[in-house]
């Protein structure tokens, strides 16, 4: 697929992706969070587990924990429960851990650890506009899609960083919307935008240029130019077509606390 990259966020070409991975399913596939009767219940399969395979018996757990063999019995019947600190005991005994009765799947989708590259480039995770502000560590089950950045051009971007971000996982993309035609031509719907999170300051990045920004507002990400008037964030289209828009500062916060990031790549694919 012949790829068209616009470089909308300075004069020099940046570095572009060269490879995108579909990982759509992830997201669809996802279930509830697991509670402590899930945790109950995997414990007592893996209990009856072990005695099915003559590893264990009920007389035996029952004198390793110091209850009653009824009680044991029981709970492995489904007849009653264990207590948090009865559960504990068990997984003394028997040399478990919590993390040995939870489903792999499950954990696969909450991995926040990007896989290694191996190569000059770095792995950045696709997402919806929502998990980008308010995700410090992208979780796998809320990744569409994986594009590579060399790890060159990351490392040259310069960071400026207000307010309690530093342990935010600093680079994310999300798919520009119908609402980037108000930044055309520097954006269009469609576009893998990628933001810098660790930069949430309205100081300019050069000099005699404006910044583009991810803004997060009432819930919706907008794409604007920013600047403040009074206790005001002033949004602007880049598009005359489009207004100005005029967001009220929330009581005790700033500009910063808007800002998903600036925006230090912008790429279409033709």
Known sequence: ???????????????APYAILQVTGIAKSYTAGMKFRSLQENLRKTLLHKIGEGELTGLRLAEQTGFRQAHISNFLNRKRSLSL??????????HLSVLDLLDPAEVNKRASIPPPSEDEFDNIFVVESSVAATQPLIMSMNVSEIQKFKRGFL????????????DWERFVAIRADADATSMHPRLMPGAVVLIDRHYNSLQPYRRGELNMFAVQVKD??????VEMAGENLVLRPHNQ??????????KGQTAADYLIGRVCYVGMEA
């Open 241 to 250: 077509n489009y207004g100005v828009e005029i967001v009220p500062l929330g």
């Open 1 to 15: 697929m012949e790829k068209q990259f616009l470089y909308g966020t300075g004069s020099v070409p940046l570095a």
């Open 85 to 94: 600190e009865g559960m504990d005991k068990v997984l003394n005994v028997q």
């Open 155 to 166: 490392r040259k971007l310069r960071s400026d960083l207000h307010g309690k971000r530093r």
């Open 220 to 225: 919706v990400c907008k794409i604007r130019y």
